[in-house]
């Protein structure tokens, strides 16, 4: 059995808690999927790195959503919530979309009057820190933001935002942009891959900082922020999800290991696949197949040429933190 968890700038005694807490439920009996529930429950309780769970990634209003996925590589049945509101255990809700409907995604308000159905309570996932986050943006003309193409000139003013009479677009990434992305995206995810060879997938997000409510990245959405197939493997992104969803990259990538490919290469060739539309997108993958090998890669970009994540297993004492240098 093994359980990969993927961090992106690496909080590592967060991270580490979440792979300890999923291994641990395996040693314990549990199934993959219960691993992978605990697991990224335990980030969201943690705030790892302030992208996961309450308190973190305020949008446009000032308000904290959140995105969870879980997935089944036996049945393929996937549970997911996106655009989550004041409910703090996301990942224990899309596991609840598996078991007690037929569906597979549930959002916004509708999702969090699921959840409280399901017996979460709701709470505020604003904090003191989200709030100074959310103010400091408001103080600095809300820079960034997601805007383009409007009136006023989102580049310099906060809105509101409208279509102008007459369009020019323009669009260019700078630097900043591609530093804005490297601090503003991040995720859990996990891939589990129990004795047997069964695999399960998920993830756990707040989103992009400053987002324009109703955003929804690729973290909830199968086959983009995770996969699982536990007759090839399993695999989860990180990044920039409003590029990298386009792609479908777990999904891919676990395409790629069914014809045999080894989970690092097949990590590497999705990277590929999304540089040559664009280059300096900010993103990376982890990838495991049925027999517990594994790999990872990401993009490099400045202040992004390397990456880090956990992985536990027989072979380790203890979840070890594993590094790759990007492509």
């Known amino acids: 059995a093994s359980a990969t968890a993927l961090p992106l700038v690496i909080n590592t005694w967060a991270f580490r808690k979440a792979a300890e807490t999923a291994w641990k439920v395996l040693q314990l009996g549990g199934s993959e999927l219960d691993a992978v529930e605990r697991g990224c429950s335990q980030c969201e309780i943690d705030q790892c790195d302030g992208s996961v769970g309450y308190g973190g990634s305020p949008d446009e209003s000032g308000e904290t959503t959140l995105d969870a996925m879980i997935m089944d590589g036996n049945t393929m049945e996937v549970g997911a ?22 569906h597979t995604l549930l959002v916004g308000e509708s999702a969090s009057m699921f959840a409280v159905r399901m017996g979460f309570p709701y709470e505020d996932l604003t904090t003191p820190k989200s709030l100074s986050i959310y103010s400091k943006w408001l103080n600095q003309s809300c820079q960034p933001n997601y805007w383009k193409n409007v009136v006023p000139d989102s580049s310099k003013s906060c809105g509101p935002y409208k279509r102008p009479e007459k369009v020019s677009y323009k669009e260019e990434q700078t630097i900043k942009d591609l530093q804005r992305r490297v601090q503003n995206h991040d995720t859990i995810g996990m891939v589990v891959v129990g004795g047997s060879g069964t695999i399960a997938s998920g993830t756990s997000t707040n989103g992009a900082v400053h987002k324009i409510p109703g955003r929804v990245g690729d973290s909830p959405i199968a086959g983009a922020g995770a996969y699982a197939d536990s007759t090839a493997g399993g695999a989860a992104a990180t990044g920039d999800g409003d590029i990298m969803m386009r792609f479908l990259p777990s999904y891919q990538a676990v395409e790629y290991m069914r014809m045999g490919t080894d989970p690092a290469v097949a990590c590497q060739r999705v990277i590929s696949r999304i540089q040559k539309y664009a280059p300096r997108f900010f993103g990376a993958v982890i990838c495991a197949n049925t027999t517990g090998s594994y790999g990872a890669a990401c993009n490099k970009i400045p202040g992004f040429t390397q990456f880090h994540f956990m992985v536990s297993s027989p072979l380790l004492s203890q979840p070890t933190e594993q ?3 990007c492509i």
């Open 323 to 325: 590094v790759v240098d």
């Open 81 to 102: 919530v996106a655009d989550l509101r004041r409910v703090k255990n996301a990942i224990g809700v899309a596991r609840k979309v598996i078991e007690y409907t037929k």
